[in-house]
């Protein structure tokens, strides 16, 4: 089983950092895409950041700017470097990747259980 486990959530006060990151685990051959959504209480998931195998990266316009995706190909770990931060961020943030366990299996998507960032005085 390919398993994604998120660390570096918390709380934190407007202005502040945080760098969450996401390590998938597991029989993996390769991984293609690997990304962050969130979803705040009563809002829709949606796409923080993303970033491809060859480090072409991607940001909604609410964090371009501020947040800062990588991803360390040799440890199947992709982060997200968040500064100046603001309440607005608050949100569960999930990870997300495009991964195939073998030469002759297809990609899936898969996700990890979500991590909560708080921001507030």
């Known amino acids: 089983q390919v398993m994604l486990v998120e660390s570096g959530g918390g709380l934190v006060q407007p202005g502040g950092s945080l760098r969450l990151s996401c390590a998938a685990s597991?029989?993996?051959?390769?991984?293609?895409?690997m990304g962050w959504y969130r979803q705040a209480p009563g809002k829709q998931r949606e796409l923080v950041a993303s970033?491809?195998?060859?480090?072409?990266?991607n940001y909604a316009d609410s964090v371009k700017d501020r947040f800062t995706i990588s991803r360390d190909n040799a440890n199947n770990t992709v982060y997200l470097q968040m500064n100046s931060l603001k309440p607005e961020d608050t949100a569960v943030y999930y990870c997300?990747?495009?991964?195939?366990?073998?030469?002759?299996?297809?990609?899936?998507?898969?996700w990890g259980q979500g991590t909560q960032v708080t921001v507030s005085s």
């Open positions: 997300n990747a495009d991964i195939r366990s073998g030469r002759q299996r297809p990609y899936f998507y898969y």
């Open positions: 597991g029989i993996i051959f390769n991984i293609n895409v």
């Open positions: 970033i491809t195998s060859g480090g072409t990266t």
